[in-house]
């Protein structure tokens, strides 16, 4: 198939996605939508990237705290700041998404959203990855990228929606992903219209605005799009109510999970995890309808720097 | 000028609009701005159709009211409820958007989403503003659908950003203006998603989540775009930092203040009106660099349905 999918492997799921596109974009099909209600969100982190050993905007937190721990010597014994100091991990990930949001308006609040950009999109340029020793926007998977840009040529409008910060996400999106900041949804912190040095800026406070995460995540389709996506692409717990709400709309639909499956290539986990966690996902996959990718099976390569095999 | 602004007279208004496009959208330009960087935002209420005698959503929450006043004796002692039920509009005036606010709260919490979007819209058919004998969605601006138009074909993504409702909005952006419910910025009430008679709902509660008005609209333009915009059209003290914000960036900006000093064709009001008040965005227009707009004299027509003059 000549389809802009040579990354994904012949076969059942290839063919899901291909006849789909084809059943909505088609003007005779029985199941067509206008080219304007074709919405396909994606999730970001484990969906459009890796999110091992944490999900890196975790990462990036981590570093946060390390760097301001000077200043603030109550953190030695206040969690979750002194897991992160003493580098127990284990610790650090039994606080969850919970942990996270803490970190983040404890280190990120206060400065202006443009101080906010150069700050994370500096460690963005510059950051490894602890094991692989990659830029994290190097590890961003081949075959999403083709689908991505496969639904833009078939007239869908694709969307992420992601836990994370949406702040933080918008620094590469466009670049990395070709989607524009306003097709960004996410996490965000309360932020304030004021004047500094005689010049209006928008500073962020310390206080949580929403937190786009399972049942936040349709609501925060409902603020941002206004239309429910025909099309919804997950891998862990937190997308289960994006793909379930996808799947309840009329028509032709789509929603496909991303197996974590491939351990030479990627990595390994799925129940239990500390990032990406999805039991619910896989349990109710087939009572809501849901495909599951094997990214072993059905991607010829994870990362476009492979070496073609 | 064979631009699409043939509803526009020609004089400095009109050639300003057209050197600012040119400015920023010609390759050779030195103050060129790629098309991904051209965001412009348009208020609604006043400034893409009109808001008298009162805001048109306003005028839904009046009948809002008094269709559920059996359900509410209290109302007839509780403002700004008493001052619908007794038609004393100065009174209601008085509350200003605070009580629109406690209005659409009490009025349109507790049904989902979808619910909403066929009530206003079953309104919005067939409801006629109280002096024109219109339907409100006759009563938008000419002049501006060209002005969105011409944009859009120089490549300009536009954006409304309103005080108003966002999915109350949505309902006829699209339709009306051209603009599709993604590229809708206003205020909105917290929504939750949950499941009801077994399917999965966005149900409207009766919270305040966002206003989207003064200082609220450059956050509303960080949180849905993620960009500062390049040009703004706006007509009352509520757009002043959105107008203030889009002219504090660099390189080439247009900020434009809609003065409605048309009697005849709309009507007159700035300073101290109920809806649409304009005191400090005419006080401070020259300072912030914002053009003022003459419906009088820069418009060939105001609405559509006028004959050609």
């Known amino acids: 198939m000549s389809d802009g999918l040579a990354l994904w492997r012949d076969g059942p799921i290839k063919t899901a ?9 088609r003007q005779e099909s029985p199941q067509f939508v206008p080219p304007a209600q074709r919405i396909a969100v994606f999730d970001n982190d ?12 975790g990462l990036f937190l981590i570093d946060r705290v390390r760097t301001l721990a000077a200043d ?28 996270i949001i803490e970190m983040a308006l404890a280190t990120l609040g206060g400065m ?33 990228l083709e689908l991505l840009r496969y639904l833009r040529e078939n007239e869908f409008k694709t969307f992420i929606v992601s836990g994370g910060g949406i702040e933080f996400v918008r620094i590469f999106s466009e ?21 500094r040095d005689g010049k209006p800026v928008l500073a962020r406070t310390s206080q949580l605005n929403f937190f786009d995460d399972t049942d936040g995540k349709p609501v925060g389709i409902q603020q941002h799009i206004g239309r429910r996506p025909i099309a919804a692409f997950g891998n ?3 997308d289960l109510q994006m793909l379930e709400w996808t799947m309840a709309g009329e028509g032709a639909r789509l929603a496909m999970v991303i197996h974590h499956d491939d351990g030479e290539r990627e990595f390994v986990y799925d129940r239990k995890s500390p990032a990406g966690r999805a039991d619910r996902v896989l349990d109710e996959a087939s009572e809501l309808g849901l495909t599951l990718v094997s990214m072993k099976n059905d991607w010829k390569r994870v990362y476009t720097f492979e070496s073609q095999s």
């Open 17 to 25: 996605i291909v006849d789909f596109v084809d059943r909505v974009s």
């Open 46 to 57: 484990g969906t459009l990237w890796s999110e091992q050993p944490y999900y890196f905007q």
């Open 72 to 99: 603030h010597p109550e953190w030695t014994t206040k969690q979750p700041f002194q897991s992160v100091l003493e580098k127990d991990w284990q610790t650090l990930a039994g606080f969850g998404t919970k942990g």
């Open 112 to 144: 202006t959203s443009e101080e906010f950009e150069h700050l994370a999109g500096s460690w963005l340029a510059t950051a490894r990855h602890p094991t692989r020793d990659r830029l994290f926007t190097e590890l961003v998977f081949g075959p999403m």
């Open 175 to 195: 670049q990395i992903y070709g989607i524009p900041p306003e097709q960004v949804v996410g996490s965000s912190i309360v932020t304030r219209y004021e004047v």
């Open 236 to 238: 862990s717990d937190g």
